[in-house]
């Protein structure tokens, strides 16, 4: 069964934990220095946030699968959804975890990640292929809507560009 995704970026994480902790119910199932995630069964959600540098607020939403077929399932709507503009990731490591990823940008260039997990990593973006201009790692292809998809790559991580025929992982140090 699919899970929801929520991502949340935070200014001040503990703060933020304590909030969210308290509003859930329950502490978070993972925890970091700059991330935590709570793992809810009612409703089914994945709710992380994180104090990465980015802007507060919604970073992204997605769902998670919890096979491979389901999430092939989620990467066909993705790609009839967004055409050309999908960007599929083969056992990328990003937010502590290792996974399989289909990434779109909605009409209004909030990103929508479709992954399955496929483990825990011990460092939050350890594999590297999306970086932003100040080197610092980052998971999401960042896209705010304004402008052409070529002229926002510039100083952020990374836009999907792929062909859904042609959708292929990203090689090491390469960016869309």
């Not at 509003?23 to 990465?52: C, H, Q």
């Not at 990823?101 to 590297?128: C, R």
């Not at 292929?129 to 790559?153: F, Y």
Request: glycine share 8%; charged share 25%.
């Amino acid at each position: 069964m699919k899970r929801f995704h929520v991502h949340v970026a935070v200014e001040n994480l503990a703060e933020s934990v304590t909030f969210y902790s308290d509003l859930f119910g329950m502490k978070p199932t993972v925890e970091r220095t700059d991330y935590a995630k709570w793992m809810l069964e009612e409703p089914r959600v994945n709710f992380a946030i994180s104090s990465r540098g980015h802007k507060p607020g919604v970073n992204h939403l997605g769902f998670q699968a919890d096979n491979p077929a389901e999430l092939a399932e989620l990467g066909a709507r993705a790609v009839r959804a967004a055409g050309a503009a999908v960007l599929k990731e083969t056992e990328v490591e990003c937010c502590y975890a290792k996974g399989n990823k289909y990434w779109v940008i909605d009409p209004q260039g909030l990103a929508w990640e479709h992954f399955q997990t496929l483990g825990e990593v011990p460092i939050f973006g350890e594999d590297t292929t999306m970086k932003r201009a100040d080197g610092e790692a980052c998971c999401i292809p960042l896209h705010s809507g304004k402008g052409s998809a070529a002229e926002e790559s510039k100083g952020a991580c990374c836009v999907p560009t792929a062909s859904p025929d042609t959708a292929q992982p990203r090689k090491p140090g390469a960016c869309c």
